[in-house]
């Protein structure tokens, strides 16, 4: 009998030194694949390759250790690709977040004097764009989320979002005016607005708005926060329902011919991130 339970005693010594050394390895495995997917993301945000991207994603994690042992990560375990809809695809080609997939063999160390040397720990973390979801905007225009092109056919470069001269004008039912929710319409502060909320879309040309607009470019200030709202089935008129933000740049503006505009590319370190992605106006986060 005292020998069944020396044995058993050994045995579930040897599972629990083992498994508090593979909880280790496996945390800081972790902390090397997180390390490593925002790294490869912040420079895809640059302007960076697939290639570059691994190069920053495994150079980065250098110096950290895993199971006491310095880290060296291969370049075949960074994915570049694309994160919609909770579902990573590897492409090359406009990619927007880095899977990285790294893995370690260990030493066990009681395990082994019973056969069992060595083993396997793989982790996996991703990192990928993500839009704004609550901001206070600076210019009552409000666009469509179908204004913009999807993430996987533009991301890194501005060229590819959308732009419009003349606005507003009745032949692009994609971009409009709004009067918020008691905001400026009525001489009060623009509250801040999530993703979800509403907000009222005003149609028609209202010279006295382009003419305030108009003010504004001369006098310098050109790039403002503004509200996207989903559009609908058909993509022909918007509905009020916040999706997301994007970041305008007046290019011109004149009383009597409207407002030039395109949209641009901005990182912000907002908190609250899970708005529109391919508005542009967001930052790399870790999603998974």
Not at 53 to 63: E, G, I
Not at 84 to 110: L, Q, W, Y
Request: net charge neutral; glycine share 10%.
């Amino acid at each position: 009998m005292a020998l069944w339970l020396t044995g058993a005693f050994f045995a579930l010594t040897v599972v629990g030194i083992d498994v508090g050394h593979l909880g280790t390895s496996a945390t800081e495995l972790q902390t090397v694949a997180d390390i490593a997917a925002a790294a490869g993301a912040r420079n895809l945000l640059k302007g960076g390759s697939a290639s570059t991207a691994k190069s920053d994603a495994t150079s980065v994690v250098a110096k950290n250790k895993v199971d006491g042992q310095s880290f060296t990560m291969s370049a075949v375990d960074v994915h570049v690709g694309t994160y919609i809809g909770g579902a990573f695809t590897e492409t090359s080609i406009n990619p927007s977040a880095v899977r990285a997939t790294p893995s370690v063999t260990v030493n066990n160390v009681v395990a082994g004097l019973v056969g069992m040397k060595t083993s396997t720990i793989q982790k996996e973390a991703i990192a990928s764009f993500q839009g704004v979801s609550k901001a206070a905007p600076t210019l009552p225009i409000v666009l469509g989320d179908c204004f913009f092109p999807e993430i996987d056919q533009c991301f890194g470069t501005d060229s590819c979002l959308p732009k419009d001269t003349k606005f507003p004008k009745d032949s692009e039912p994609r971009t409009a005016w709004t009067s918020f929710t008691g905001g400026q319409a009525s001489g009060k502060t623009i509250p801040s607005y999530s993703v979800g909320d509403t907000i009222t879309i005003v149609g028609g040309i209202h010279n006295s708005d382009t003419h305030k607009l108009d003010c504004l470019y001369n006098s310098g200030r050109r790039q403002f926060v503004v509200p996207v709202v989903q559009c609908n089935s058909s993509g022909t008129n918007l509905t009020g329902t916040v999706s997301g933000f994007a970041t305008l740049v007046i290019d011109n503006a004149d009383n009597n011919k409207g407002v030039d505009f395109h949209v641009i590319s901005q990182e912000i370190d907002a908190p609250l991130a899970g708005g529109c992605a391919k508005c542009g106006s967001g930052k790399m986060m870790l999603v998974r």
